[in-house]
């Protein structure tokens, strides 16, 4: 299993990004994706999920700017980020947990950097 995060750049605040989670080796739409972010300093938090059936949540932080989705032709899910803020500044990185029945395994992409300037 294989995820790999893209689109991650520098970008001013108020502007926008959509970060891409390409996954191999495994059917996603089959499990619950998250996104989840890690600033300079500070623990690493939930960002959006998606669970198979589609349903997806947010921390209150992205709540109304991020939007998570997933394209199953092309096995990936993308986070898309708007209005900006310097504090959405951190690294990004994809997460795969399998649901039942198909496993229990946990996976992770790389990350990708996300900086946001004032």
């Known amino acids: 299993v294989q995820l790999v995060e893209s689109g991650g750049g520098l970008v001013q605040a108020g502007g926008s990004l959509r970060l891409s989670c390409a996954a191999s080796g495994i059917i996603l739409s089959l499990h619950t994706m998250n996104w989840y972010r890690q600033a300079p300093g500070k623990q690493r938090e939930f960002v959006a999920a998606?669970?198979?059936?589609?349903?997806?949540n947010y921390a209150d932080s992205g709540k109304g700017r991020f939007t998570i989705s997933r394209d199953n032709a092309k096995n990936t899910v993308y986070l898309q980020m708007n209005t900006l803020k310097p504090e959405d500044t951190a690294v990004y990185s994809c997460n795969l947990v399998e649901e039942p029945p198909w496993g229990m395994g946990d996976y992770w992409g790389q990350g990708t950097q996300v900086t946001v300037s004032s």
């Open positions: 998606i669970r198979s059936g589609g349903v997806t």
